[in-house]
């Protein structure tokens, strides 16, 4: 797929794909290539692995200088004739060679393979714990070393800052410079980093990034315009862009990234200096505190929505009477109300977000992750300021926005790697063409999976975690306990310190410790309770003593709305051949749950819970069918928001405008 680099790319300013809506037989053609693709033969990948093994002896008599030496040759190669299977062999031996002296590692068969995918234009499926950050320099190195500026998108800044410096002395050995992007830089830090042969990024702070970009370049997009404004230096609009364009990016956790994640789309918004709104939101939240469920709305809580009654509008019409003018205007009164239903019923103080320093920060759903100087649009965000008694920002306005999908199809290249991607590997062929491989594992995998326990309530959850977490403590192993929410790390750590284990916390609250609480949640006895945090990207060292007790115990407190962050959260013991086990200990009050109760599916499975024998079995139904009826919905707006961010973007460009 990917056998020249085509240079002159790599030259242009904001380099990048332009969208292309396709026709529905197109998009049916598309579907046949990736199912066809799928039953192509892999033997490629192992003789081409297998041949980088070969050619490793030559650079490993090599000394430093003619190590140095090759690596110019393989440049002038590379940028010459781009990713010959020849040219990429060397390339990856000598990456491989290097690795093991300056960072002490060598990219073992399953990283070399998974490296080969990625630069091949698709996702590598590796099992966790397999060393995909070791896995990636292979590939951005080569990429790099052919003129290709990429992109290493980790999920959170934790990762990208902690990659970036681990895997910083190879490719300075390599003769290519690495920057990174986190949270609280500054434009002339960002710029600089983007400036680097490789930049590892946040796919969030990229995404903002390049609206900012959107946002200099206005309504003036012309490539050839733009080529020519960098002629004039510094003091043109192009001299303010951040970053080189959208070349080639390798996607960590592209599951997450690009399936979870692109649920919503990213807006970048500036302040609409409406200071006069406070009364008139404060309002509409105290009329919306008095409202009846049923009667003046209706409220789905699977869904997360919430839908008016006549009644509910008539009471709106009533009130408008007497509050004033501001309230004149039937679609701005509706709309605030149902913000202020939606703050007080649907967001949850240390769930969605958290109140610190006197402001509401959200919490990233994904990550477990505060995310500063983030808003919820439409005024929900004064809502909920108003709520928790916060100080009232000023509204914000959308000033541009996109979708992950339409974003990330934008690259003239793009990879993947995650753990866990046979779900959705469809949906990755369909909407971004990635065809998904899967990886043999380095050494065997003896993870033990142990059977879900599921209770009829919280508390009786709760009594059988700190049980469980008692026993495998007198056992020295480490326990690492999932929770959806920081509001549940807390209820569970008060109960663990009442029963007198010691216990470390790791949520939205404790992101400062977040390194020494990784670091010491290996050892003997250790009992860590974590959000998603201590998720996907997470390595937790075991102790010998760990190791010799039957390693990290893993410990599901509710299950996601997809089993592939389960998985991974799983995937956090028994890596690399060490020991491990995990279970799922849960209740029919969890979040999933709620909700859901009218199906008659549910109903049955919830009595079996309760009232039969056969609890085990009827809990796998009941979770499976829950699930599978959010992975559906969820892979149903992720499709709507695609069609409407495809249409939105040919009204613009029909329009002249950018975003």
């Not at 709305?297 to 869904?303: G, I, N, Q, S």
Request: charged share 30%.
């Amino acid at each position: 797929m990917l056998h020249l680099t085509y240079p002159p790319a790599s030259r242009e300013v904001r380099a990048e794909r332009p969208d292309r809506v396709e026709t529905w037989l197109e998009r049916q053609v598309h579907r046949v290539h990736g199912r066809l693709q799928g039953l192509a033969p892999r033997g490629w990948v192992r003789r081409e692995a297998e041949a980088v093994n070969a050619a490793g002896a030559r650079f490993a008599g090599m000394d430093g200088r003619g190590l140095a030496a090759e690596t110019g040759v393989l440049r002038e190669r590379l940028l010459a004739d781009g990713f010959l299977p020849e040219h990429v062999v060397d390339c990856f031996a000598l990456v491989r060679e290097q690795a093991f002296r300056t960072l002490g590692m060598r990219h073992h068969d399953s990283q070399v393979m998974g490296a080969l995918v990625m630069l091949r234009g698709m996702v590598a499926e590796m099992e966790t714990g397999e060393g995909k950050t070791l896995t990636a320099t292979l590939t951005a190195a080569t990429a790099a070393l052919a003129g290709l500026p990429v992109h290493i998108i980790s999920v959170n800044d934790y990762l990208t800052g902690r990659d970036a410096e681990n895997m910083g002395p190879l490719y300075r050995a390599l003769g290519l410079s690495v920057g990174s992007v986190v949270h609280g830089q500054g434009p002339d830090e960002r710029r600089r980093a983007y400036g680097c042969d490789i930049t590892y990024a946040t796919n969030k702070e990229l995404v903002f990034d390049y609206l900012r970009d959107r946002l200099t370049l206005a309504d003036r997009p012309d490539p050839i315009m733009i080529q020519a404004e960098s002629l004039l230096g510094r003091g043109s609009r192009t001299g303010r862009l951040l970053m080189r364009g959208l070349h080639f990016a390798i996607v960590d956790e592209a599951d997450s990234v690009l399936i979870d994640e692109a649920r919503t789309p990213l807006i970048i918004s500036g302040s609409s200096g409406a200071d006069e709104e406070r009364d008139f939101l404060g309002q509409a939240l105290e009329l919306a505190g008095t409202f009846v469920r049923d009667t003046d709305y209706e409220l789905d809580e699977a869904r997360r929505q919430i839908i008016l009654t006549p009644a509910g509008r008539e009471r709106i019409e009533e009130a408008a009477r007497r509050l004033g003018a501001l309230w004149s205007g039937m679609v701005r009164r509706e709309g605030a109300v149902h913000q202020a239903l939606t703050a007080l019923l649907l967001f949850r103080r240390d769930e969605q977000y958290l109140v610190r320093d006197g402001k509401v920060q959200i919490i990233d759903e994904f990550t477990g992750r505060v995310m500063p100087d983030r808003s919820w649009e439409q005024g929900l965000h004064q809502m909920i300021e108003l709520k928790e008694g916060c100080e009232l920002t000023q509204r914000r306005e959308p000033l541009a926005k996109i979708s992950y999908q339409r974003f990330f199809r934008r690259y003239l290249r793009l990879a993947g790697m995650t753990g866990t991607a046979r779900e959705v590997k469809g949906e990755l062929w369909n909407v971004y063409g990635l065809a998904t491989l899967r990886m043999p594992t380095h050494r065997p995998v003896i993870r033990r999976r142990l059977k879900e326990r599921v209770f009829p309530t919280r508390h009786d959850k709760w009594r059988a975690v700190v049980d469980r977490i008692g026993e495998l403590h007198r056992q020295g192993r480490a326990v690492l306990v999932g929770t959806r929410t920081v509001a549940a790390s807390e209820e569970l750590a008060a109960r663990v310190r009442e029963a007198g284990l010691p216990h470390l916390v790791l949520s939205a609250k404790q992101d400062a410790e977040e390194a020494e609480v990784i670091t010491r949640a290996g050892q003997p006895g250790s009992v860590t309770i974590a959000t998603n945090m201590a998720g996907r990207g997470t390595d937790i060292m075991l102790a010998p003593e760990v190791r010799d007790a039957g390693g990290l115990h893993v410990i599901i407190t509710e299950y996601h709305e997809a089993a592939r962050i389960d998985r991974q959260l799983a995937g956090r013991c028994g890596r690399q051949g060490d020991p491990g086990s995990f279970e799922g200990i849960l209740s029919l009050e969890d979040f999933l749950f709620q909700g859901k109760w009218g199906d008659p599916f549910i109903r049955v499975a919830m009595f079996a819970v309760t009232r039969t024998r056969m609890p085990q079995f009827a809990a796998r139904l009941l979770l499976r069918r829950m699930q599978r009826n959010v992975e559906r919905h969820n892979t149903r707006l992720r499709r709507n928001l695609f069609r409407q961010d495809q249409a939105q973007g040919s009204l613009m460009s029909f329009a002249g405008r950018f975003e």
